[in-house]
Nanobody
Framework: VQLQASGGGVVQAGGSLRLSCVSSGSMQRMAWYRQAPGRERELVANIYSNGNTNYADSVKGRATISIDNARKIDLQMDNLKLDDAAVYYC??????????WGPGTQVTVSS
């Protein structure tokens, strides 16, 4: 299984960003994590194939995650803050198979 992410880049504070991730196989749960320099990787948001979602407190009200056909997720983030700058990683989980990670995509937030 491979995960392919897209959508990173440079965004001004207060702006918006959309990250996408496509899996080569169907997943029960997919997620976006992020890791800033000197910090541990943290969950941003996850979504199950049935549509249930979870969000980090830091992005609640600013982020929306969606899933399509258990293979593709999009993360829409609005009102970006400087603290949102990080490398974002797509993650997928399939019972009986394990957890998969995609390559990171850099998100830079400029002031």
């Amino acid at each position: 299984v491979q995960l392919q992410a897209s959508g990173g880049g440079v965004v001004q504070a207060g702006g918006s960003l959309r990250l996408s991730c496509v899996s080569s196989g169907s997943m029960q749960r997919m997620a976006w994590y992020r890791q800033a320099p000197g910090r541990e990787r943290e969950l941003v948001a996850n979504i199950y194939s049935n549509g249930n979602t979870n969000y980090a407190d830091s992005v609640k009200g600013r982020a929306t995650i969606s899933i399509d056909n258990a293979r593709k997720i999009d993360l829409q983030m609005d009102n970006l803050k400087l603290d949102d700058a990080a490398v974002y990683y797509c993650n997928g989980f399939k019972p009986g198979k394990g957890t998969y990670w995609g390559p990171g995509t850099q998100v830079t937030v400029s002031s």
